[in-house]
T-cell receptor, first 116, second 113 residues
Framework: EAEVAQSPRYKITEKSQAVAFWCDPI?????LYWYRQILGQGPELLVQ????????DSQLPKDRFSAERLKGVDSTLKIQPAELGDSAMYLC??????????????FGPGTRLTVT | GENVEQHPSTLSVQEGDSAVIKCTYS??????FPWYKQELGKGPQLIID?????GEKKDQRIAVTLNKTAKHFSLHITETQPEDSAVYFC????????????FGGGTRVLVKP
C-alpha cells in the first residue's frame, strides 16, 4: 500500500537554529499539504501545493518558515530560526489533484520537533 | 473562515458498546467531511468520509451521518473493541473550492475490556 514518507521522524534543535523536514507524497498525488499539530489539538494547515505551485500559504509564518516543491513531487519545509513555540508535530499529507474531485488526504507519520 | 467544534473531548466506553462523536461546522460552503483516527506517535489515518450530497454512510462497524441544515455531522462506532482506542478527529473542507481541511479538537476514545 502506497504511503506518504517523511523524515526525520524526530528532531531536537536549539532555538535560533535552522531545521528542515522532508516529505515524499504518494506517487501520482499532485496536491501536497503541510500541517502543524500542537500536542492535544487538531492539525492546522501551513501550506498547500498543487504540483509545484503554492495554492494556500495564508497560515504560514513567512518570516521564519519556507516551503518548496521544486519539481512537483517531494517537498521541504524549513524553519529558520526555530523558536520554542515551534515545538509540534509536522505532518505532510497528499491527495489527487483537487480537480479530480477525489478529496481524500493521506497523512505521513509526521516529524516530531522539539525546540530547546 | 471555517470553524469546527467537536464533542466530547474524551469518551470512555465498555467493550462492545457504541461510541458517538459529534461535530459542528460554521461554513455553509463546506461539502466534504472526513474522519481520522490517530494513534499515539502516528499520523492521522482516514477511516471514513462523507460528502454534502449524502446523509449517511456506513463501513462495517463505523458510520457517519450529516445534517447540512443544522451543520453537524457525527461518527458512530458500534461493537467497540480495544483496538478502537485512539484519538478521533473530524474535519471539513470546501472540496473542489480548496481542499484545506479544518479539524476539530479531537476526541480521545478509551475502550475498556
Amino acid at each position: 500500500e502506497a504511503e506518504v514518507a517523511q523524515s526525520p521522524r524526530y528532531k531536537i534543535t536549539e532555538k535560533s537554529q535552522a531545521v528542515a523536514f522532508w516529505c515524499d507524497p504518494i506517487s501520482g498525488h499532485a496536491t501536497l499539504y503541510w500541517y502543524r499539530q500542537i500536542l492535544g489539538q487538531g492539525p492546522e494547515l501551513l501550506v498547500q501545493f498543487q504540483d509545484e505551485s503554492v495554492v494556500d500559504d495564508s497560515q504560514l509564518p513567512k518570516d521564519r518558515f519556507s516551503a518548496e516543491r521544486l519539481k512537483g513531487v517531494d517537498s521541504t519545509l524549513k524553519i529558520q530560526p526555530a523558536e520554542l513555540g515551534d515545538s509540534a508535530m509536522y505532518l505532510c499529507a497528499s491527495s489527487l489533484a483537487v480537480r479530480s474531485l477525489n478529496y481524500e488526504q493521506y497523512f505521513g507519520p509526521g516529524t516530531r520537533l522539539t525546540v530547546t | 473562515g471555517e470553524n469546527v467544534e467537536q464533542h466530547p473531548s474524551t469518551l470512555s466506553v465498555q467493550e462492545g458498546d457504541s461510541a458517538v462523536i459529534k461535530c459542528t461546522y460554521s461554513d455553509s460552503a463546506s461539502n466534504y467531511f472526513p474522519w481520522y483516527k490517530q494513534e499515539l506517535g502516528k499520523g492521522p489515518q482516514l477511516i471514513i468520509d462523507i460528502r454534502s450530497n449524502v446523509g449517511e454512510k456506513k463501513d462495517q462497524r463505523i458510520a457517519v451521518t450529516l445534517n447540512k441544515t443544522a451543520k453537524h455531522f457525527s461518527l458512530h462506532i458500534t461493537e467497540t473493541q480495544p483496538e478502537d482506542s485512539a484519538v478521533y478527529f473530524c474535519a471539513a473542507s470546501r472540496g473542489a473550492a480548496g481542499n484545506k481541511l479544518t479539524f476539530g479538537g479531537g476526541t480521545r476514545v478509551l475502550v475498556k475490556p
